[in-house]
Nanobody
């Protein structure tokens, strides 16, 4: 059983930064690929970013490329999402998720365990 707990969400003005963290319990974290997804009101959950189990490969949605950075610290069982130059359209609940496969994937069905989400609101 792996438990994920996101933190770091909040209200920020457009153009500002925010850093999300996702702390994991369990021994499988270091071998899991991790991803960030988001869901805005009235919209489907969408892929944001993913990082390979080793941290040496990352992948981003076009909408956040160049503004967001995913990273992980396997010693701390934590994955991060640094979000810069935030836009109102980034407003959503952000979820982290883990995949036992260990490789990058943007499909939500490839992820085996999920956090409860953290709200990010960007004001214009």
């Amino acid at each position: 059983q792996v438990l994920l707990v996101e933190s770091g969400g909040g209200l920020v003005q457009a153009g500002g930064p925010l850093r999300l963290s996702c702390a994991a319990s369990g021994r499988t974290f270091s071998r899991s690929a991790m991803g960030w997804f988001r869901q805005a009101p009235g919209k489907e959950r969408e892929f944001v970013s993913a990082i390979r189990w080793s941290g040496d490969s990352t992948f981003y949605a076009d909408s956040v490329k160049g503004r967001f950075t995913i990273s992980r610290d396997n010693a701390k069982n934590t994955v991060y999402l640094q979000m810069n130059s935030l836009k109102p359209e980034d407003t959503a609940v952000y979820y982290c998720a883990g995949s036992f496969r260990g490789t990058l994937s943007r499909g939500s069905d490839e992820y085996n365990y999920w956090g409860q989400g953290t709200q990010v609101t960007v004001s214009s």
